[in-house]
């Protein structure tokens, strides 16, 4: 089962058009977020502050030092948070909610 579908699968549940065109905008943003969330996977595959910080300085994202007092265990938000706004930066006007939703399903997709 594809992403697509499994996101066809969750607009069954709303009723609005707005959601579905939401969870569609995602979709669409899945194929842009997946490079990206592969890229900060192989740059920081230890999720150590030194390679965090790195992934920061590569993308020019700013707030490196406030993310590295995140406690180890929720290095991982870090990380989407990181991937997020990369996407962002492709994507300029594009809500947040949107770009994470986009960011998570590439996640999910790229450990199956």
Same mark, same amino acid.
Request: charged share 10%; aromatic share 6%; hydrophobic share 55%.
């Given at each position: /089962? =594809?992403?697509?579908?499994?996101? *066809?699968?969750? +607009? /069954? ?10 969870? =569609? ?10 490079? !990206?969330?592969?890229?900060?996977? &192989? /740059? ?10 790195? $992934?920061? *300085?590569?993308?020019? @994202? ?6 590295? &007092?995140?406690?180890? $265990? *929720?290095?991982?938000?870090? %990380? ?5 706004? +990369?996407? &962002?930066? *492709? ?5 947040? =909610? !949107? %770009? =994470?939703?986009? @960011?998570?399903? $590439? ?6």
């Amino acid at each position: /089962m =594809n992403i697509k579908s499994i996101v *066809q699968k969750i +607009v /069954m549940f709303f009723k609005s058009g707005r959601a579905e065109a939401v969870l =569609n905008q995602a979709a669409e943003l899945v194929p842009k977020a997946l490079p !990206i969330v592969q890229e900060i996977a &192989a /740059m920081v595959p230890n999720k150590t502050d030194q390679e965090i910080l790195s $992934a920061f *300085q590569t993308y020019a @994202v700013p707030g490196a030092a406030q993310f590295l &007092a995140t406690p180890l $265990a *929720q290095r991982g938000y870090v %990380l989407l948070h990181l991937a997020t706004e +990369v996407l &962002a930066g *492709q994507f300029p006007g594009v809500a947040t =909610n !949107i %770009l =994470n939703a986009a @960011v998570q399903l $590439a996640v999910t997709g790229s450990k199956a």
